[in-house]
Structures are given as structure tokens and as C-alpha cells.
């Protein structure tokens, strides 16, 4: 009987232990700048909350300019990112592919498997594999056939497989074909919004340069620190819409989430682990903290 309780309370130790292990998430970008715009105010809280995240961009950025690009822009965007990192508390990795020229090839893939597997992640998020920019879309096509050859000793031999499939999640996009964003996952972002969009902000060539000029609005960007983020703030509002605004009924309740302002929603992807709302709870639990 000692030895049964004894074993008991090993069991018991054991499962709190792993309880409080720190989540590890990692987040993948087709570019630097595009982990923060789709999960970076669930990255401030998870960070807040003592657990692990990794931004990845799959390229280095160096066609997203108007008046350079190549090599000078690469070094542009890589420090920005280092300094994003900074502000959202993440470890930050820019990959050497070309920006425009991304490919869902098997070196491609490997890359992404040793991503995910040298973060032991419990959590990945990318876009979803329908997006106007061909890098996004390769970048979830990557994502998504990472999903599983985790877990395969004999693919990228040279790092340990994981051990368990991790949740893979596509973060919120508004593309309606061939079918809409649907999400499982509704953060609150309300809290740590500011600090979002101050991170944001180091990539002063995209947000203050390069996206502007696309839409022909360059010449209104202010000069100012200040109005600047002001302009970010309102360009990036993160409010949500109808189906983000249901799914923080279900984790915040109804009155809570009529008071929540800015939210970043997730999809589960059907190709990595299947979790339960207790699981969810585990691997998100700033969900319903309000």
C-alpha cells in the first residue's frame, strides 16, 4: 500500500510538472513583419506569462521596397525584425530565401521541420495556404506539410523528431475563397495592443515605406514617432468581425466580450493534433483572462 501511494504521488507531481512546463510556439511568416501583424499580440502575452515564442520568416525581405532592394534592404529588414524581437520579448529568425521567389520545395520543408522540431513547439502558427501574396500562400503550404514529418525519425535525421504532433494553427486572414477564415481561437489583445503596434513599428521600412507607397499613400505618413503609431494603431485596428466576435463569446463569456476592443483569432489546422477545449485551455491560458 506505501508503495501505491507512493507511486500515486509520483504520478501526481509528475502530471503538475508538466502542467506548468512553459508552452513553446512558434510562429512562421513569409516575411519580416508578417508574425507580427497575424500573432503578435498573443505572443506579447505569452511571453508576459513566462513562455516561449519564435517568430520565423521564411525570406529575408529583400524585394519589399520601392527604392532598394537585394542585399542593402535584406540587412534593413533583418535588423528590424532583431528589433521587433526586442519589443515583443521573442527570439526572432529571418531565413535567406529571396523575397517573391518562395517555393514549397523539399529543401523548403526541411528547414521548416528543423524549425519546429529544434523548438520543440507545442504550438505552430502560418498562414493559410489561400492569400493574395504567393509567399504567404507557400509559406502554408510549408507549414501544413511540416505537419506530421515532425514526428518521422527519418526525415532531417540530423535533429530529433518530436515526440508529439503539435497544435498547428492558421492565424486570421479576410479571404473568402475557396472558403473563409473559421476561428477555433479568439485572443484578447486589448491589454498589450499598444505594445503590438510599437513592436510593429521597427519595421519602419514596410509600414512606413513600402506599404504606403503600394496604396499611393505615401505622402501622407507622418514624420512623427507619435503620429505614427497613431496612424499604425488605426490602419491595424485588429477589431473583430462577426465570426471572431462569437468564438470570444465562447472562450471570454457574453459580457466580457463586449468590452473586448482588438482580438487576433486561429484556425486549427486538421493535419496536426486535434486538441480538446481543456487542452486548448492549457496551451492558451490567457483565453478567458479578462
Known sequence: MKNFNWIICMLFA???AAQDRPVNVIVFGAHPD?????AGGTALLFSQ???????????NGDAGHYAMGGGELAKIRIAEAQEAGKRFGVEYTVLDNHDGELMPTLENRLKVIREIRKWDADVVIAPRPNDYHPD??????LVQDAAYMVIVPNVAPEVPPLQKNPVFLYSEDRFQKPSPFEPDIAVAIDDVFEQKIYAM????SQFFDWLPWTSGNLDKVPKG???R??????WRSYKPNKATRECLEKWYGEKASEKIGHAEGFEICEYGKQPSEEELKKLFPMLGAQ
Open 229 to 234: 503609431l497613431e496612424m499604425l494603431a488605426t
Open 201 to 204: 513599428a521597427a519595421h519602419e
Open 49 to 59: 506569462m513566462g513562455h516561449n515564442v519564435k517568430f520565423v520568416s521564411l525570406t
Open 136 to 141: 504567404h500562400r507557400y509559406t502554408g503550404v
Open 14 to 16: 509528475m502530471a503538475l
Open 34 to 38: 508578417d508574425c507580427d501583424s497575424d
Open 225 to 227: 514617432e507619435k503620429e
